[in-house]
């Protein structure tokens, strides 16, 4: 598998992420939308041809404006984490924060991060690894937006 296709396959995880936890739904009937803010991934061992992986997904943070997304692709024969991404995806014409409660308030399940179609059941703590991570965005945009 290429690099290009890990990130293809993070587009279609997400989608069946939101459409599990009637995220997306919620910010639709909101009037907001969701974009892509940004990406990484850490790429720990090749996914040969013809090879069957997972991906779980799962919400690692929010704020009043983004939500934090972990993904990880797994091989099952093995459960080794093949490759690791954290996505901010920015949520537009809504507040995360009040639309998280209101989905936490409703839940009844305890999460389970490897289901794949869970939200987390109170709002977690940023991870360092995403906190650093956000911090050398910030940089970077603060940098383009100063002409450097």
């Known amino acids: ?16 992420f939101y459409q599990r936890t009637r995220l997306y739904q919620r910010i639709l009937k909101k009037g907001g939308g969701v974009v892509q803010g940004a990406c990484t991934i850490r790429y720990r061992r090749f996914i ?6 997972n991906i779980t997904s799962r919400v690692v943070y929010w704020d009043a ?9 797994i091989t099952p024969k093995d459960g080794f984490v093949r490759a690791i991404a954290v996505c901010k995806q920015r949520v537009l014409g809504v507040n995360v924060e009040e639309l998280m409660g209101e989905l936490l308030g409703e839940q009844t399940t305890k999460a389970d991060p490897e289901a794949g179609g869970q939200l987390p059941t109170a709002k977690p703590e940023m991870p360092l690894e995403v906190l650093r991570w956000d911090e050398s965005n910030q940089i970077s ?7 450097c």
């Open 141 to 147: 945009s603060a940098n383009l937006r100063n002409g």
């Open 1 to 16: 598998m290429n690099n290009a296709r890990y990130i293809r396959e993070l587009d279609f995880a997400r989608v069946d």
């Open 48 to 53: 040969p041809t013809f090879t069957v992986y």
């Open 65 to 73: 404006s983004s939500i934090y997304m972990e993904h990880r692709f």
